[in-house]
């Protein structure tokens, strides 16, 4: 396995990876309802490319296939890390994590789900409020946490 920067022409792959995780890897701890409307199918390339150029954005690709990827912004605020539901448990995500951790200085803020929560307090990360997420008048729940550097 590999970790590179994004590319522009990982924009659609990336759409694809991060559906079909919510809708495996989170059915467990979200309803269908929740999901359709956390990971619609309907991405705009446009504004995930733009999005993922703006952060330090990095893939993790195995035999030419994106199995993983994660970003953060410059303030230290992780945004997304999503593995690919075939790849969960195998380091990709722990991997994926150190490198944009180490892209930025001082603490870091993640807005984790159900599902990641348990990851994210083994890597030492702290929940500071649970908070209801609004998306089409259905509500998720997440967690705000925090790592001190």
């Known amino acids: ?47 995930w490319n733009q999005s993922l ?18 970003d953060i912004d410059k303030t230290g605020y992780l945004d997304r890390l999503f593995v690919h539901s075939r790849y969960q448990r195998k380091g990709i995500a722990t991997a994926i994590c150190n490198r944009l951790e180490s892209a930025v200085q001082g603490s870091i ?3 984790a789900s159900i599902t990641a929560r348990p990851f994210f307090e083994k890597r030492g990360y702290k929940v500071i409020k649970e908070q209801q997420v609004e998306r089409q008048g259905i509500f998720l729940t997440n967690f705000v946490m925090i790592h001190f550097c």
Not at 9 to 34: G, R
Not at 55 to 68: C, E, T
């Open 53 to 70: 150029q703006r952060h330090f954005s990095i893939v993790a690709v195995d035999d030419d296939i994106i199995v993983g990827f994660g």
């Open 109 to 111: 803020v993640t807005h």
């Open 1 to 47: 396995m590999i970790i590179r920067e994004y590319q522009s022409a990982d924009c659609k792959e990336l759409t694809e990876l991060f559906y079909n995780t919510v809708h495996t890897v989170n059915a467990k701890d979200y309803t269908k309802e929740q999901l359709e409307v956390w990971a619609t199918g309907q991405a705009d390339l446009k504004m």
